[in-house]
């Protein structure tokens, strides 16, 4: 049984840093694509960052640019996403998602619908 499970959320200060950590089990994700979304209260479920593969290409989405990273540790089956100044408006339920299919090249999967195992998520809260 595949699971993602996420870790790293918390309460900060506007321009703090987190680090959230998405470990998986059950199978390995190395060649596939991993993201971070993230949910705040009303809102949709957003794209944050992608990493096509471990060691391949990133993709962020332009509210995070800058400020987030994602990158992956394939001996620990694990994708981090390092955030720092943290904004009110990055509050939010963050999600890790993977891909069960791999797909040669750089494409960046940026839509929800696009993978097949979520995380369980983790809440961020940033106060001003």
């Known amino acids: 049984q595949v699971q993602l499970v996420e870790s790293g959320g918390g309460l900060v200060q506007a321009g703090d840093s987190l680090r959230l950590s998405c470990a998986a089990s059950g199978r390995t994700f190395g060649r596939n694509a991993m993201s971070w979304f993230r949910q705040a209260p009303g809102k949709e479920r957003e794209f944050v960052a992608v990493?096509?593969?471990?060691?391949?290409?990133?993709y962020y989405a332009d509210s995070v640019k800058g400020r987030f990273t994602i990158s992956r540790d394939n001996a620990k089956n694990t994708v981090y996403l390092q955030m720092n100044s943290l904004k009110p408006e990055d509050t939010a339920v963050y999600y890790c998602?993977?891909?069960?299919?791999?797909?040669?090249?750089?494409?960046?999967?940026?839509?929800?619908?696009?993978?097949?195992?979520w995380g369980q998520g983790t809440q961020v809260t940033v106060s001003s």
């Open positions: 998602a993977a891909r069960s299919s791999y797909r040669s090249g750089s494409y960046f999967y940026t839509r929800s619908s696009e993978y097949d195992y």
């Open positions: 990493s096509v593969r471990s060691g391949g290409s990133t």
